[in-house]
Each structure stands twice: as structure tokens, then as C-alpha cells.
């Protein structure tokens, strides 16, 4: 059974930057598309970018140029980091594996929270 585990929320400065993780089981992660999500109160969830497994990375609109994703294969790990931050990227994070076309595992997401 694939299970994804991130961490790496918490209180963040405005400006500040931060780095989250999703840790992958039971699966070779390097050979699945993966993808960050978030999703902010009373709004619906926002992918934030994808990591195809040929490691190629694009990025969602409202942080393209701030965001980085990449992979550690060995540590079987997804990473996002953000820069720049803003109170509007408070949310819950998540990340996402694509094992095909129709199935799907979800992490239980971490709070990001945005304030001085």
C-alpha cells in the first residue's frame, strides 16, 4: 500500500520561504508523476506543480517563479520549496502520487500558515 507523508508546516514570515517534503512508501516513487497541491479555507484545492518521472517540473500560475519541486530518489522523497511568501499561500499543503491514469494516493497534508 503507497502512503505519503508530508511535513514541513508551520508559521512563516511574509517574505520568508519555506520547505516541504512528502515522504513515499511502498512504492518506487521515481517512477510516477508527482504533484504538490494546496488548498485554502472556504476555497478548492490548487495544484501548485507536478514532477513528472522523467523529473521534468512545471508550476501553477500563482507560484511560478517563487517554487521549485524536485526528488531525492534515494530517500524516496518529493520536495517543494517556496520563496517570497504571502498570506493568500496560507493553506493546507498536499502531495500526490499518479500511479495510473485513474488512481491516485493523497498525503494527509501540513499547514502553512502566512503572518507576522
Known amino acids: 500500500q503507497v502512503q505519503l507523508v508530508e511535513s514541513g508546516g508551520g508559521l512563516v514570515q511574509p517574505g520568508g520561504s519555506l520547505r516541504l517534503s512528502c515522504v513515499v512508501s511502498?512504492?518506487?516513487?521515481?517512477?510516477?508523476?508527482m504533484e504538490w497541491w494546496r488548498q485554502a479555507p472556504g476555497k478548492q484545492r490548487e495544484l501548485i506543480g507536478e514532477?513528472?518521472?522523467?523529473?521534468?517540473?512545471t508550476y501553477g500560475a500563482p507560484v511560478k517563479g517563487r517554487s521549485t519541486i524536485w526528488r531525492d530518489n534515494p530517500k524516496n522523497t518529493l520536495y517543494l520549496h517556496m520563496s517570497n511568501l504571502k498570506a493568500e499561500d496560507t493553506a493546507v499543503y498536499y502531495c500526490?502520487?499518479?500511479?495510473?491514469?485513474?488512481?491516485?494516493?493523497w498525503g494527509q497534508g501540513t499547514q502553512v500558515t502566512v503572518s507576522s
Open positions: 500526490r502520487i499518479r500511479l495510473t491514469a485513474t488512481q491516485d494516493t
Open positions: 511502498g512504492r518506487n516513487a521515481s517512477f510516477y508523476e
Open positions: 514532477i513528472s518521472s522523467a523529473d521534468f517540473s
